[in-house]
């Protein structure tokens, strides 16, 4: 349970429903969650991860409380978000085996302009499932 964190931009109403949406799809419960710029994100992304928090991206972190821990960014962690969740979204997973490339382009030209969209910051998820 909770093997795995996902690293979000905590300002960001978009970024708030995608968390929504993997707390859906993650039936399983093996992800939490941590705002970029929490307690979490200091002790995790550090060191050389450091650069991550500054990234404008989702970042995954598998095997978050081991030391054979893997990160994951921009459309690498969407697309191994849905592996990881597996039942059927396991199929869109499969495109974390492709490179990166062109998902990322499209990640990035997204996320320069995802604070435009008017939308309305939803309900916070079960507390449990949140790191600081």
């Given at each position: 349970m909770h093997e795995h964190v996902i690293f979000f931009d905590g300002e960001c109403p978009f970024c708030h429903r995608a968390v929504r949406h993997v707390l859906e799809i993650d039936i399983h419960k093996r992800f939490v969650f941590a705002p970029l710029g929490g307690e979490?994100?200091?002790?995790?992304?550090?060191?050389?991860?450091?650069?991550?928090?500054?990234?404008?991206?989702?970042?995954?972190?598998?095997?978050?409380?081991?030391?054979d821990r893997q990160f994951w960014v921009r459309s690498r962690a969407i697309f191994r978000i849905y592996w990881l969740a597996g039942n059927g979204w396991?199929?869109?997973?499969?495109?974390?085996?492709?490179?990166?490339?062109?998902?990322?382009?499209?990640?990035?030209?997204?996320?320069?302009?995802?604070?435009?969209?008017?939308?309305k910051m939803p309900e916070a998820g079960p507390s449990d499932r949140f790191l600081p």
């Open positions: 979490t994100a200091k002790d995790i992304l550090s060191g050389p991860q450091a650069p991550l928090k500054k990234a404008g991206s989702l970042v995954l972190v598998e095997n978050y409380q081991s030391t396991g199929l869109v997973g499969i495109l974390s085996f492709l490179p990166g490339w062109l998902g990322d382009f499209l990640y990035r030209k997204f996320a320069e302009h995802r604070h435009q969209f008017k939308l």
